[in-house]
Structure formats: C-alpha cells, structure tokens
C-alpha cells in the first residue's frame, strides 16, 4: 500500500521541480487580487504531495522532503517577502540591521550556564559560555550548571546584573545608546507591506493548523485538489507510561521489530507524536483500537488518533513555517518588530482574538513538538522585542489564571508548557512592578494558588490526609505557582508609588488568607495507652511550608523597605492572628498561679492532652515583622501609629510555647506512641531548610512577649505550660521524690529543656532587630559554632546554613575571617578548622545545635582546653547589647522566679539522694548565673560611673531566699569541693570569681578605669597552681599502677618459659643459627656483586634458601617443594590492552586464533595479578566449592547479582576479599648451576639443535605415517628423541599447573577450556611475558629502580608466574612443546620443513624470547649425556633474539637529520651500527632510508632495545632466582653496563653481532629478505617504532566546563539517536582511554553485545579495553569503571572546586578545575590493571551498586 503512494509521486515531483520557478511564482502571487487565497491555494496543492507519504524511514526520504519543502515552498516566500534573490536579500538585510545588545541564545539541553554570585540579579540570569568567557564576571564568584534546556542567555539586559549587563560581543556602539526609533522606519516602505501580508497569511495558517481539532477536514481553502484515503494512526506523548509499556503494546499493535518499537518510542517521547501506521482507514483504526485496549487497564490509555494524511501533512509543514519564521526575523529587527505586531493584533473576536493569545490559551492542547518550536519562535520575537514584551507579559498576566488551571490538567512537564515562559517575564524587576500594578499579578498568583488547594477542614484549614496519586501529582503541579511568586518577588522595590504599596498590601491580604488556611493545619494530640494505627499525612505540609519559606522572607524585606508599607502590614497581620485566636474553643477555664511572691492569672491548657499544631504562619510572620519594628527603629520613631498598646503579651506567646513544649516532651519520650511521623515533623521544624520561619521565629515571638511582660509572670506561664510548675511551687521541694504519679526522667527531661529555653529566650541575640548585631555576624556566629563541632568541607558548612532567595547563605565573606582552609590530598577533600582565637565565643547551648553536635561540640571544646592547659569550665560568651524594644530581656535574669527555681536546682545537688535532679540540669544552671554575671559586669564596664546600674545580679544571689536553705551563692561555695561534681568544679569557680571580681567594680565605682588590679590575677594563679598539683599527684599515681601491673606480667612471663623449658631451647638455637648465618654473609655479598649474572654458564645461583609458607585457610606452615602437597596463590588473570598500540584490531574467530606469535603492537595481553595469599590447593578447593553451593542458594532465594561472577570461576581471597579468577600454583627455586660441563660455543650449539630439530621433524613424521621411508637423520650425541621425562611434581601440583593453564587459556581466548588444545601452554607464557613487560613500563614511567621497589605482591606474584612458566611444559604432551620451539627457532633460524612463518618486524622480540626459553627445557630434557647444561642454551637464545631485536630496531628506526656535528671519530659502537645498518641496506635497498650520523643510530638503538633488557633482566631474575646488583637497585647512573653485566650480554650490544659474523649474515638475511618486512617498509601495515611509546590516559581539559560544552555540542553517531538536543535522557560520556564521546544509558544507543542488548559505553569496553573501561559521565561529573556486563562503580572524578570538593551531580555549581594528582591516581589505577580489584572492593563495600544494571550504561 505503501510502497505504491511512494512509488506514484517522486517522479511526478522531478519534473515539476524542473519546471517550478519560485522567482514567478512569487510574482503571480503579488499580482492577485487576493494573496492569502492564493498562497493557500498554492499550499492545498503542494504541501500533500510533498509531507507525509507513507511512513517516513530513511534519511534520504527525509532529505528529499527538506529539498522539495525549501524549492516548492519556503523560495516563493522568500522571493514574495524580499523583492529579490533570498541570498541576497537577507545578506543585505543583514548588512543594514543594527544588532541588538540582548543576546538571546536559547539554550539546548546540558549546554553549560553561567551566573554571576556577586552580579546577578536573581538565579535564573545567566550567560551562555561564549558571553561568560567575554565578561567581567569570569574573574568574580560564579556558579555552573547544565541548562535544563528552553532559556536564554541574559547577555545584555541591564535589569540582569548589576554590574557588568554587557559582554565584550554586546556592548553596545556609541551611536545606538539610547536611541529608541522604531527597527521598522530602517526597512523601505514597500517591504514594510509585504512583511505584514506575508507574516500574517503564514502565522494564521500555522496557528490554524496547530489549534486545529478535526482528524478528517482541513480549514477552507486548504482542500486538497483530489482526496484519496490514505491515513495515519498517531501515537502522542504522555508522562504516565513507561517507555517499557509503549515499547510492548506497539509490538503487538502494529507487529513491528523490538528494534522499531523503541525507535517510535523514542520518537514520540522527544516529539510528542509520531505516527505509526500509514494506510487506509481501516487498516488505522484497527491499531487504535489494539493500543487502547492493551494501555487502558491501569491508568488512562495512551492518545492515539486517526488523522487524514493530508491534515498531518499541513501541520508538519505549519512547524516547518514557524521555525522559518524564526530563520527569517533573525536577519533584521524591523522583520522582528513586524512579526511581533502580527502576532499580538487583535482580531475581529475581541478579547484574547491575537494569534499569540489563540497559541497560548491552546497550549495544552498541542503536542510537545509543537508546543516546542512556537515557544521558541515566541523567544526570538517577543522575548527579544523589549517594547512587545511588555505587551505580551500583561496579555499573559491577564491570562494567568486560565493558563495555570490547563497546566494542572495537562499531563506535560512544565518545560513544555508555556507557563514556563513567566521565568522569562517576570523576573525582570520593572516588569513584575509594572504587572504587579496594573494587572494585580501578585493577588492573581496567590489566589490561583489557594483556589487550586481544595481541600479544607470544618475550620478552613488545608487538609492533606489520604492523598491520592492524583491530588498528590496536582500538588506538585500547584507548586510552579510558588515560583511565579518567588520571581515577582525576588528583588526588592528601591523606590515606591502610591498605587505599587496599595497592590503590594493587596497581595499581602491575600497571602495573610492562605496563611490562616495553614495556621493550625496538621494539629497532633498525644497518644496514650495504644500506639497510633495508621501514620497520618505530614509531608505535604511540609512540603508547602518548605516552598513558602523563601515567599515570607521576601515578603518581610519588601516591608523593610518603607515605612508606611510596614505598618500597615504590621497592622494586617495582628488582626488575622488575633482571628485566628477568636477561632480557638473557648472551653479553656481560667487559673491563677503564684510563685516566689508574685501571682498571675492564665488558663489551665496541657500539651500533653489537647491538640496542638506545629504549623502556626500567621505568628510567625507576625515575628518576622515586629523584629523589622526594631531594625528600622519604625517602633522608636512612630509609637503613635502602632497598634502596640493592644498586644496582649499572653496570648502573643501561647502558640510558639505549645510548640516549643511539644518538642520538649517529644524530646522526654511522651509522645513515643505517635509514631514516626511526628518525630520527622519535630526534625523539619529544626531543620535548616524550614528553621528560620519555625523554630526561630518562634523563640523570637517569646522574646518579644517576654519583653513586653513582668519576667515573673513569663516565667511561672512557662512553668505551667512545661507542666512542671507544681516541682517549684511546693514549699517543701523533697515531697517531689515521693510523687509517683509522673515518670521522674521524663520529669527532669522537660526541667532541662525549660531551662535550655530560658538561656535560649535571653541570650539569642543574633537576629538584627533583638540585639545591635549584623547579618554579617549572625553568619559568622553559626559559623564558629559549626566548627566547634569539628572541622568541616566548604559543602558541608553550605549546607548547614540557610540559604536565601538567591541561593546565597553569606558564607564566603565570614569564612576566611573564622577559619583557616587545609587543602585535600589525594583523597578526601578540603576542611575549614576554626581558628582557635574564636573559640572564646563558643555558647555551649546554641540554640541550632541538635543534641548529638550539643554533646560533641562540648567534648571537642573540653578537649581543646585541656591540650592548651586551662580549665575545662565553659562559660557563656560575652553577649551582644539588645535592641530597645527588646531591651527589658535582660530582667528574666535577675527575677525572684528564675531564682527561685536556680535556688531549687542547686539545693538538690547539694544533698544528692534519690533520682530528682540530673547534672545537665546543674549545668543549665550554672550557664544562667554566668549569664547573668556577665551582663552585669558588661553594664558596670559601660556606665559612666555616676549612673545607677539597674542590673543588681550580686546583690539577689547573696541574699538569703526565704524557702531556701541559705543563698544561691552559698549554696554555689558548698558545691565547690563536693566529690561527685567534679566535671562541673571549674565552672563553679569561674563563677565564684566572677561574683569577687564584681563586687570589687562596684566597690570601685569611683575609679572605674582601674579595675584590673593583679590581685585577682592573684587569686586566679593559685587556683591554677592547685588545680595543677592535683593533675600532678593524680598522673604520679595512674603511672605506679601502671608500673606494678607490668612487673607482674612479666613475672607470670618468666614462669611459663621456666616451665616450657625444651620447647624454648629449640627455637632460641635455630634462631641464633640463622642470625650467625646472616652475619657471615655481607662480606661475600660484596666481592660477587661486580660478578651477578642471571643468565647463561656463568649464573650466579640463588643461595639456596628454603621457601617457608603459611595457609591462610588453615594456618599450617609447609615449604614449598616440587613433590609435597601444592600449594597456590590467588589470582585475577584478565584481558588487557593497556600496553597496546592497535587498540580496534579485529582479532580473528578464537577458535582459530594462533597465539604463538605476538605482535609488536600488543593489541591485546592477558595480564595476571595477585593479592600475594598463599593457600593448601586442598583448602582453597574445599573454599571454592562453599562458595559455589553457597552461590546455588542464593540464586534460588534472590535472583540478584554478587560482586564476583561464580560461574566464571571468580571468588574473592578469603582474607582481603580481593576478586580473583584463579590460583598460581607455587614451585621451588630454579637449582644452581653445575659449573663442571664445558658450554658449548654459539656454533656448537646452533649446529647441535638444528641437528635435534631436524631429528625431531622425523620422529613426527615417523609417527604420523608409520614406516620410515627415508634415511634417518643424525641424532646429535647423548640425545635421545624418543625419551618420555618423568614429572618432576606430584600430582597435586600438576593438577594446579592444568587449573592455572586453563584460566589462563579460558580468559586469553574467551573459549572453553579444552586441555588437549596445544595452545594451552602458549597462553600461560603469554601471560607471563606480558605481565612483565606492564609492570617494566610502569617502573620506567615512574622513574623506580628495577629491582626492589615493587610492592610485595607484586613480586611474589611475577616471581610464582615465572617459574610457573617455567614448568608449564611438563603438564602439556611433549610433542606439541617441541613443535612450539621449532616454531618459535624457525622464525630466527630459517627451517625448510616450517611454512609462513611470520617476519621479524612482526614478532615481539620479548614474548619471543620468554616463549624459546620456557619452551627450550622440553628439548633440553632429551640430552640423556649429563654434561649438557640447559644454562648456555638459555644465553644463546638471548643473544639470538637481541641480535634480532637491534635489527628490529634499526629497521623501523626514523632519524631525523640533526645538524650537530658529532666529532667525527665516532666511537667504536657507532661505527659497528653504522656497519650493520650498512648491510641492512645492502639486503633491502632503497627501502631504508641512508643515515649518515653513526651517533643518531646507535643513539635510537640504545633507547629502543633498553625495554627489552629491562624485561629480560626480571624475567630471568625470577627464573633463575639470582640476587640483582646493587645498582640495579637504586635509580641512577650506571644502569646500562650493570644491566648488559647481569645478562651477561657485552656494554657494547654490537659486539654479539660482529663477533658470530659467519654465522648470523645468513641469518639476517634471510630476516630481510621475507616478503613481510619489504611490505611492512612500504607502507601496508603499521609499522611499530621502538621504544613503544607508554600509553596513557587523554588530556583533559583544565576548565570543567569545556567538557560541558562538548557535550552539549556531541550528536550521536547512531542515526536513531535523537540527535535533536531537546532529550534529556541522554548521558554524554566521555571513553578516558581513547577520547570517544558516547551516548550513554539511552534505548536509541544500545547495541547487541554476544546476544545481549548493551549500552553504549558497555559496548564500547569491548572494542576499546577487552572488557573493562574508564569513562567520565560529563553532566553527573563522574567517573564510571565498567568492567564486563555485570560489574561496575562510580569513582570520584578528578575535578575539583576552590574549597577542593568533588561535584558529582554537578548539584553546587561551584567552578571546577582538574586536579592532576587525582588523575594520576586514576590513570595509575588502569596501569596497574586495578581497575576490576577497585570495582570488586565498592561492589562488595555497597550491595547497592550490586544491583545496578551496567550493561545498560
């Protein structure tokens, strides 16, 4: 059906396009009597013919519609609108225009965003990166994000930012400064015309088309010539399926490929729509109808309509047209200005008629694409228009309501909703005043806001119990309108009119109603007897209170701003509190209470028993705005037009006091049996996110009712209110023992915390209006007392202040002063530690401090203390003087109440018997007094002497109280030297000097500048020397007992070897005998140092030493021999390309891959590592085997994943629980050599193996034929061919040689283990040599010494591998052995029986030389004459391969022609370089380029052939076990010639060469001549330069943000990616190994891995690292170690903010710059190959990371 339509009309199009003339057509249009008709005519032709034939798939048809859509439709426009050719119409237009200072660049998603901390206006003004690295702001405090996508750059508005509005691009010339003439008047008049006739028949047309309802019709005039019935079932976009869901009803519905549901899904979840069948009506229908059926059964079905291709085909095209609109205005600001005025005419309908009007009130109707490109052609016009801005801005206020009530019943996401426009009006400060104004908007928002929370209890309240999904997803909705609210809000009025104050106190009324709504809501009545059934509902009120806190704070600094507004504000707010008192039941009966003398009157109200509310608005802002009386002094200079008189000081209190008692009782466990919701509520209302308009606003109401009240009459309702009034107001306070009615800890819990908000209620002073303090200082003061806690992180402090509007909490103008900043290492981050002269203003009762900070705070600070030698005492900080209206605070402190309630406390510490009183109650106690002392002593210090100080502290403590045993201060000298308060001594005294040092001030009033007389610096030193002379005696005494302990012990000691006697003998005599044996050896040490060699007759053999080892399973120690019962060390055997220089080779099918030859690219290794624990092979399979029984249960309980992967033979070492895959078996040293054979010369033997090999190809042949036909070679003497060696190991450990082979062989390959496979061994040397060769560069790269600088494990690890290796040919048949070294001989000694052998220039020389020489052993077994030694075969095979490896080198070498003449005597090696590299050329002529500096050859040769003797030196260190020289052992000079020395090589390597002449020219011949290398020289394959260059990790970028850009600029190479920007799905990720960008963790990426679908990055770990990979997540900032399908973590990333913080989430902003170290470390890591060992380690540290879905990443 389809493929006909397809086939019917290209063709027909071809011709027309031929023929089609935009330049005429444009010209018949302009002569028509009626042009709208006309071009609708012309659109109802073309536009079916072009869009929407069939369903669009390749990119081909998409390109074809571009092309006919631009020829057939956009030209003629183009060709109408400018009169001329369009290219230079719009260049010309271009030319002309005056660009505008705004910038405007929309930005796409994950693009990176700049504001300025210091500048900007608000949060939402930002840069894009291209203005930002052009502005001032670059060099101030900045935060970055990731644009979420949709807003622009704010470059260029000058409400934006308050200094700085311009970047260099922008700033705007001298001539357009100010002037404001029309863009228009710059067009020429008859364009003018045109503009507006083309723009409105377009607009109109798109606007028609995307409001437009039928599936079926199209508008009039837009009718297709002929109709045919042809149709598409359209699938939209909502939020409430998964993708899963959409993926699997598409596969049933329309019978497509799992690969083709997720492309549509994808398509439909970027572009809101797509359609997914094309047909006629029927075959559409049907699909609907399956979508429907399959979507409807949990929640609303998916969207689907039928719709008429030709009605699809017009709205594809009205997009099209938009964003041309778009295309076009860009050219010219008059084009722009004219678009707008289209845009916002009214039409014929009146009201709400524009076309933008009929776009906005339609949003929600639209789908996301739509939605999507008007929003941006609203952008770059009206956005971009300041003068149509503000007129859209009031159509849109005036709309507000209708435009807010469609989003909460549309499904979309705000983004895509055009309400997310008002982030672009009305944060700019004169519109949101303008709107504010004439539109009302600020009562308009809040209104709405109120309007749409239905839900209310019998009294009005909000009521959000039993939410369902819907009112629960409604909430979230309603929540966009407190940003609107924020935005108007943000900045403050500098100036005010008339009218703005009558708004804003309009707004204020309406937002003083929705408090009311919230005054009371939630209320909680204690449970008693049974617990609570069912939590109620409290975090939607929470969440409410949360979003609203930012609107009150800016509400309160509006009103600071003038004085009329405050009052009246003031005013509003008591009355609606005084309402929302009125409502309160009156059933409260009225009491009188009497205490210490006075009485007052109040009602009987208990927490414990009515309900109570933590939600109390109204009070609160009423808080917020007495202290604002204060701060402006408006209290002071208005007294008259305040309503102050009428406060009623009781009632101002009640509240906040219930809630404050609440928590009290919570905090005493009475309310336990509520649950947990309330317990959460209590940690809200201290939470820093909700504190400062609860829990401080709160104690500020009981401030300022306090300091309207008699203390005594404040103190005595607490009292009552606390429910404790009746311990105090009994004559005889020891009745209160013998009260059993109440729990006596719950009882002295509230005691303690009505105390702890009494030094609350005096001494908060912090709050600029209740003392004479700054912001400044509130800041600092949280600061000091965060600190105090222990030193904290930049984000730690952040996050513990609270944050303004801005997202600002003033930290960084305070910090620098407190605090003094210790970068981070390596790891962990950046701490602030207090500086110690700010530790005297530490307040032990901070009002913000928890009780657990309360309770380390005060062990830190005791500390502190003690380490600088003073006393442990903590008194209160001096305080701040109060504001005048709070000024009476100070007399709570000196009232006969608060005294006779200290009087109570203390009497019951003095006679301690019975549970009554607690040490933190004395302690609350003591801060009191101090407190009181010191604001004495703070106004005797600040009186002029002559007048009267009111406060008279001293006097009332020294007087006698009447019910009392003696007076406050007598009772204080009793408790002085009481044993069991000890803690509380120092305290005490301070207070006692303290009360000394006032008096004498008073007694000296007259000369008051005098005061600090020495005596009482006196008194204080004796103190001091006692307290030191105990601390003395004490310290003399713990050390006698410490002293006397030891001696006993030792005693006991003594006994138990006297008892034990031959047991110690025997191990004191093997001890001494093996310290002599160490004594006598250094000496000898000394003279072989010079003589160390490892390889060859001449070896030095390992001092014979026994290698004892322990199990770690069953701790039984054994040594380690060739016929005793194995024992292992475990293992990880992995894949490995980090070495390699060929990263994507295609390596051929395993099966028939051939190892024996590794190329010198290394593209891919198998590297073994080892933890270094050692086990009985028996032990670790008993292990082995409980982990896999254990592995079959659990995945029969849980079908979850464990870090390590049982069935691939992974398990984690018993002790350290480090991954492995495998154990190495552990064999003893190599023997010493036997120096009494004579070596046969390089000659001798070359004859004598050529001979054996030529014997050995006959016995193969013998065996695979049978009889013999030719004549039998000669067999060289003592050798004997067919003689079977006996295994020199027992059978346990030649199975453990087979295990390990195996891993090997298994992990190498990626095939099953198969034993017969005779690439078994191969593989095992491969590993070998490959290991070594890794941990040689690191060595180098890291400039250690070769020898002796490798961590244990690492050694014992290389050291168990080698001779490992070494033995790994007794375990394979003998056959295949001896073919492998034929093999591996052939390719250096050419052999007439072996084919293809590969050439020299492509054969590592190392692996080469590992592979001859292991596999040398299996002939070497055949020598049956005994004076054979297997040592100089080893030395011949070296020099063999060194000799191969120069001419490697010199091969590949590239000399540049370096103009410093070397004297031309060269020396004695140049000359020999010169002479080999000479017959090289001589073979292959004009291949090798000439060279004539013999200095640069061999200069190229030395560096090029060092890895190699490097590698060489350790492999036969641990083959042979020979001590290393000493200066092989350090880094330094000298290396060279100790190294050739050791492998018994000649200093001058070309000495091999000229030495055996005769015999290597044939040889090195024969190497040239081999097709492969001439190839190679020429160019066809990569030709691998020695020394290989060590691979690293990329460079990144200094600055975080390049990586942002990059990725925001990344478009997938996957052609069903949406490429499109708008997805925020997608996650770039960045390959650290090789620099790929890669489109992580989205449906559209995946590709199929071994028959399983995988994410991109999994994917690409297999064609980049073998299996494992490092990739950085750019918009998360994070590093991701990927290793297989299953395993993976995240890793701290190396980038870093100022204050030395990791960003991961990129949730701060803060700049982030590379830290070097740290991606050394990484790098490090991954040369290491510890990147599975650091995954294996998180997985099994967090069982969460277990369960994620790697693959998919």
Not at 346 to 368: H, T, Y
Not at 778 to 790: D, M, P
Request: overall charge negative; charged content about 20%.
């Amino acid at each position: 059906m389809a493929a006909t339509e397809a086939d019917r009309d290209p063709s027909a199009l071809c011709s027309e396009f031929l023929d089609f003339s935009a330049k005429d057509t444009a010209s018949r249009w302009l002569a028509a009597a009626d042009l709208q008709q006309e071009v609708c005519r012309h659109l109802a032709i073309y536009v079916p013919r072009i869009f929407c034939l069939g369903l669009s798939g390749s990119d081909r048809e998409e390109q074809r519609e571009e092309l006919a859509c631009q020829l057939l439709l956009l030209a003629p426009l183009e060709w109408l609108l400018l009169g001329e050719e369009p290219a230079a119409g719009l260049a010309l237009l271009q030319e002309n225009n005056q660009p505008s200072a705004l910038c405007g660049h929309v930005f796409k998603v994950g693009e990176p965003t700049y504001s300025c901390r210091e500048c900007a206006a608000d949060p939402t003004c930002v840069l894009c990166m291209k203005c930002f690295l052009g502005s001032v702001h670059k060099e101030h405090r900045y935060r970055m994000t990731t644009s979420g996508g949709g807003g622009f750059c704010d470059c260029g508005d000058s409400e934006a930012w308050k200094t700085g509005p311009y970047c260099q691009k922008h700033t705007p010339g001298d001539g357009n400064q100010d002037t404001e003439e029309d863009p228009v008047a710059q067009l020429p008049t008859d364009m003018v015309g045109r503009a507006f006739s083309v723009f409105f028949i377009i607009l109109k047309y798109a606007v028609d088309l995307l409001t437009w309802e039928h599936e079926d019709l199209l508008p009039a005039g837009l009718q297709p010539p002929e109709r045919e019935d042809t149709y598409y079932c359209m699938l939209f976009n909502d939020e409430v399926h998964t993708y899963e869901q959409v993926i699997y009803t598409l596969q049933k519905a329309v019978s497509c490929s799992q690969k083709e549901a997720v492309s549509f899904a994808t398509t439909v979840d970027r572009d809101g729509r797509k359609s997914v069948r094309y047909g006629d009506f029927q075959f559409c229908e049907q699909a609907k109808s399956v979508i429907v059926r399959n979507t409807s059964r949990q929640s609303k079905p998916l969207r689907v309509q039928v719709m008429h291709s030709s009605v699809v085909a017009h709205q594809c095209f009205a997009l099209k047209a938009l964003s041309w609109l778009g295309q076009i205005i860009q050219y010219s600001d008059g084009l722009r200005r004219i678009l707008c005025q289209v845009g916002l005419q009214k039409g014929p309908e009146g009201e709400n008629s524009s076309l933008v009007d009929r776009l906005m009130l339609n949003d929600s109707k639209m789908w996301k694409g739509a939605r999507n490109i008007y929003h941006q052609l609203l952008m770059n016009s009206l956005l971009m228009d300041l003068k149509y801005k503000k007129i859209f801005a009031i159509q849109f206020a005036k709309n507000y309501r209708r435009l807010q009530t469609d989003f909460m019943e549309d499904d979309h996401e705000r983004v895509v909703s055009v309400t997310s426009l008002s982030v672009q009006l009305f944060t700019v400060p004169t519109m949101a005043r303008m709107l504010m104004v004439e539109e009302n908007l600020m009562t308009t928002i809040i209104r709405t806001f109120v309007d749409h929370l239905r839900h209310r209890d019998p009294q009005g309240r909000f009521q959000f119990d039993r939410y369902t999904a819907q009112q629960a997803f409604k909430f979230g909705r309603v929540q966009s309108l407190i940003g609107d609210l924020k935005y108007v809000l943000i900045s403050p009025p500098s100036k005010w009119s008339d009218q703005l104050r009558l708004k804003f106190l309009e707004g204020f009324c309406a937002f003083l109603e929705l408090l009311k709504c919230m005054q009371g809501m939630d209320p909680v009545v204690r449970q008693v007897g049974q617990h609570i059934e069912m939590e109620p509902e409290w975090e939607a009120a929470f969440t409410l209170q949360m979003k609203l806190t930012n609107i009150i704070t800016m509400i309160q600094e509006w009103c600071s701003t003038d004085e009329r507004v405050l009052i009246e504000a003031y005013k509003k707010c008591l009355s609606a509190l005084s309402h929302c008192h009125n409502s309160l039941p009156d059933g409260e009966q009225p009491i009188s209470l009497s205490l210490a003398g006075h009485s007052v009157e109040t009602f009987r109200y208990q927490v414990s028993q009515e309900k109570v509310s933590i939600h109390l608005p109204v009070c609160r802002l009423l808080a917020g705005l007495h202290i604002l009386l204060s701060r402006t002094e408006v209290a002071s200079h208005f007294p008259e037009q305040l309503p102050l008189g009428e406060l009623s000081p009781p009632l101002l209190i009640e509240l906040p006091l219930r809630c404050l008692v609440l928590c009290a009782q919570v905090h005493a466990g009475m309310w336990r049996r509520n649950g947990f919701s309330l317990i959460n509520q209590i940690y809200y209302y201290h939470n820093v996110k909700c504190r400062v308009e609860m829990f401080d606003k709160d104690i500020i109401m009981l401030q300022a009712g306090a300091s309207m009240m008699d203390p005594n009459h404040f103190l005595m309702i607490v009292l009552s209110r606390f429910e404790v009034f009746h311990v105090f107001s009994t004559a005889d306070i020891r009745k209160r023992y013998r009260e059993a009615n109440k729990d006596l800890v719950q009882q002295n819990t509230l005691i303690e915390e009505m105390l702890h908000l009494i030094i609350m209620v005096v001494g908060e002073r912090y709050v600029a209006g209740v003392g004479q303090v700054e912001p400044y200082d509130e800041v600092r003061r949280e600061i000091i007392h965060l600190l105090s806690i222990r030193p904290m992180a930049h984000s730690e402090l952040a996050k513990a202040l609270p944050e303004n509007g801005n997202k600002e909490t003033g930290l960084e103008r305070v910090i620098d002063s407190v605090a003094s900043f210790k970068k981070p290492g390596v790891t962990g981050r950046g701490l602030y530690e207090l500086r110690p002269e700010w530790n005297r203003y530490f307040n032990l009762y901070f009002h913000h401090y928890s009780r657990a900070d309360q309770s380390k705070a005060e062990e830190a600070q005791r500390k502190l203390r003690r380490q600088s030698g003073e006393d442990t005492a903590l008194p209160p900080p001096p305080p701040p003087p109060l504001c005048p209206l709070f000024g009476s605070l100070v007399n709570l402190l000196q009232c006969d109440a608060l005294l006779a309630i200290e009087g109570a406390v203390l009497q019951w510490a003095v006679e301690p018997s019975g549970g009554g009183w607690t040490e933190s109650m004395l302690q609350r106690v003591l801060h009191l007094v101090g407190m009181a002392l010191l604001e004495e002593q703070q106004q005797l210090e600040s009186s002029s002497g002559d007048e009267d100080v009111t406060f008279n502290y001293t006097c009332k403590i020294t007087r006698e109280a009447p019910s009392t045993s003696g007076s406050v201060l007598a009772l204080l000298e009793s408790l002085q030297n009481t044993p069991h308060l000890e803690v509380h001594k120092d305290m005490i005294t301070w207070i006692l000097k303290m009360v000394s040092n006032i008096k004498m001030m008073r007694e000296r009033t007259s000369s008051a500048s005098s005061f600090t007389v020495s005596l009482e610096r006196g008194s204080e030193e004796t103190m001091r020397d006692k307290d030191k002379a105990e601390r003395k005696r004490k310290a003399e005494m713990a050390r006698l007992r410490r002293e006397k302990i030891m001696a006993q012990m030792s005693e006991m000691q003594k006994h138990f070897i006297n008892e034990n006697k031959e047991l110690f003998q025997q191990s004191m005599e093997e001890l001494e005998a093996s310290t002599s044996a160490a004594d006598h050896s250094p000496p000898s040490a000394e003279l072989t140092c010079v003589s160390q060699v490892a390889v060859g007759p001449r070896r030095v053999g390992g001092t014979e030493r026994r290698q004892l080892v322990t199990c770690i399973l069953c701790q039984e120690e054994q040594e380690v021999r060739g016929h005793s019962r194995a024992m292992v060390l475990a293992a990880f055997v992995q894949r490995s390309t980090v070495l390699s220089k060929n990263r994507h080779c295609n390596l051929p099918n395993p099966e028939h891959r051939d190892p024996l030859f590794m190329h010198p690219d290394l593209c891919l290794g198998i590297h073994t590592a080892s933890c270094g624990h050692i086990m009985h092979a028996t032990c670790w399979q008993r292990y082995f085997e409980a982990v896999q029984l254990k592995e079959q249960r659990r995945q029969q309980r849980l079908r979850g994943h464990t870090s390590y992967d049982v069935e691939n033979g992974e398990f984690l070492c018993p002790l350290c629980e480090c991954l492995s895959n495998t154990v190495i078996p552990m064999l003893p040293h190599a023997a010493s050599p036997d120096h009494s054979v004579e070596n046969p010369s390089f000659e001798v033997w070359l004859k004598t193996t050529n001979q054996l090999i030529a014997a050995l190809h006959s016995a193969h042949r013998t065996q695979s034929e049978g009889a013999a036909e030719e004549a039998e070679p000669v067999v060289p003497q003592g050798f004997r061919v067919d003689f079977t060696p006996q295994n020199p190991f027992s059978s346990s450990i030649s199975e453990m040689i087979t295990t390990f082979s195996l891993s090997t062989y298994k992990v190498g390959l990626k095939v099953n283990p198969n034993e017969q496979d005779p690439r078994v061994p191969v593989l095992s040397w491969s590993s070998c040599a490959y290991t070594i060769q890794s941990i040689e560069r690191l060595l180098m790269d890291e400039e250690k010494p070769l020898f002796g600088s490798l961590p244990c494990r690492q050694d014992d690890c290389l050291s168990s591998l080698t001779r490992f290796s070494s033995a790994c040919w007794t375990a394979a048949p003998l056959k295949t052995v001896h073919t492998h070294f034929i093999r591996l001989l052939s390719a250096l000694v050419p052999d007439t029986q072996v084919e293809n052998t590969a050439s020299i220039l492509e054969i590592d020389m190392f692996h080469l030389l590992v592979y001859s020489v292991l596999a040398y052993s299996s002939v070497h077994c055949l020598d049956q004459s005994g004076c054979g030694v297997v040592d100089s075969g080893h030395l011949h095979l070296l020099h063999l391969v060194t000799v191969a490896h120069l001419v490697q080198i010199l091969l590949t070498s590239t000399t540049e022609e370096v103009c410093m003449d070397q004297d031309n005597s060269g020396s004695e090696e140049e000359e020999l370089t010169c002479q080999l590299y000479s017959t090289l050329r001589k073979h292959l002529g004009s291949v090798l380029p000439e060279v004539s500096s013999g200095w640069q050859l061999y200069r190229c040769l030395k560096a090029g052939v060092l890895p190699f003797l490097r590698a060489a030196a350790l492999f036969f260190h641990y083959l042979n076990s020979t001590a290393p020289p000493a200066e092989l052992m350090i880094a330094g000079p000298g290396q060279w010639e100790a190294l050739c020395s050791y492998l018994s090589l000649p200093s001058n390597l070309l000495l091999l060469h000229l030495n055996q002449q005769t015999l290597l020219k044939p040889l090195i011949h024969s190497w040239c001549c081999h097709p492969g290398v001439r190839q190679t020289l020429q160019g066809s394959g990569a030709i691998i330069r020695f020394p290989r260059e060590s691979n690293r990790l990329i460079e990144l970028p200094e600055d975080y943000s390049v990586l942002i850009n990059q990725a925001s600029s990344f478009t997938s190479v996957n052609t069903q990616c949406p490429r499109s920007g708008g997805d925020k799905s997608r996650a770039p990720t960045l390959c650290l190994v090789c620099g790929c960008m890669l489109c992580s963790q989205s449906y559209c990426c995946q590709t199929e891995v071994d028959g399983e679908d995988v994410g991109a990055c999994t994917a690409h770990t297999f064609t980049c690292g073998a299996g494992l990979g490092l990739f950085l997540r750019v918009r998360e900032s994070q590093v991701l170690f990927v290793a297989g399908k299953t395993k993976g973590c995240f890793y701290p990333p190396p980038y870093l903010d100022d204050y030395g913080e990791t960003d991961q989430g990129l949730k701060r902003g803060n700049p982030l710059h590379l830290c070097a170290e740290r991606y050394r470390k990484i790098e490090r890591l991954w040369r290491q190959h510890g990147i599975a060992e650091v995954i294996g380690h998180a997985q099994e540290a967090n069982q969460a990371l277990v369960a994620i879905d790697w693959q998919h990443l």
